[in-house]
């Protein structure tokens, strides 16, 4: 079993700033990719962020300079700055990792359980 614990959300003005961190856990043997997705009410899930294990980034482009992705391969963690918040950065922030239960397995991506950002104008 793997899991995904997210932290880091809440309440911020407009302007502020928060650090999300996801921290995998239990049978997992190695990571690849690790990022952040959001999703608003109503509307689909969307990619945030990536950062593979060598620490290539990818950024949705309306978000470049505002949020930075970062890992921890030692901690199996990974962090999301988010700077200059604006009320429609409001969504729940969705950790995914992709990676191997076991040498042998296959690659899959697992998701943690999402943590609420809500950013007040």
């Known amino acids: 079993q793997v899991q995904l614990v997210e932290s880091g959300g809440g309440l911020v003005q407009a302007g502020g700033s928060l650090r999300l961190s996801c921290a995998a856990s239990g049978s997992i043997a190695s990571i690849n990719d690790m990022g952040w997705y959001r999703q608003a009410p109503g509307q689909q899930r969307e990619l945030v962020a990536s950062i593979t294990s060598a620490g290539s980034t990818n950024y949705a482009d309306s978000l470049k300079g505002r949020f930075t992705i970062s890992r921890d391969n030692a901690k199996n963690e990974v962090y999301l700055e988010m700077n200059s918040l604006k009320p429609e950065d409001t969504a729940v922030y969705y950790c995914?990792?992709?990676?191997?239960?076991?040498?042998?397995?296959?690659?899959?991506?697992?998701w943690g359980q999402g943590t609420q950002v809500t950013v007040s104008s």
């Open positions: 995914k990792v992709t990676g191997r239960r076991a040498v042998w397995s296959a690659l899959r991506d697992y």
